[in-house]
Nanobody
């Protein structure tokens, strides 16, 4: 299973950005897809995950601001990020796993390469 994240960039605080993850090489509907992020010098943190049936699961820090969605026909999971804060600056990674819901990165077997999101003041 391969994951390709894209859509990162530079955005001002309060703005919006959408990152996407395309999954290939496996049966997409079998996997929960999660988003994690890692800021410089910090540990990797859970952001959101979505089950094959479109049930979402969010970290408290992004609840109400971020929306995760998936298109099973296009093998794609997107993360719409609104009201971005400086603290949202990080490299965002998508990952695939069989356990849901979980924020434990060890439960995700496959990882994409990450896409960088920078929020400026």
């Amino acid at each position: 299973v391969q994951l390709q994240a894209s859509g990162g960039g530079l955005v001002q605080a309060g703005g919006s950005l959408r990152v996407s993850c395309v999954v290939s090489g496996g049966t997409f509907s079998r996997y929960a897809i999660g988003w994690f992020r890692q800021a410089p010098g910090e540990e990797r943190d859970f952001v959101a995950a979505i089950k094959w049936s479109n049930i979402p699961y969010y970290a408290d820090s992004v609840k109400g601001r971020f929306t995760i969605s998936r298109d099973n026909a296009k093998n794609t999971v997107s993360l719409q990020m609104n009201s971005l804060k400086l603290d949202d600056t990080a490299v965002y990674y998508c990952a695939a796993g069989r356990v849901f819901p979980t924020r434990d990165d060890k439960a995700y077997s496959y990882w994409g390469q990450g896409t960088k999101v920078t929020v400026s003041s």
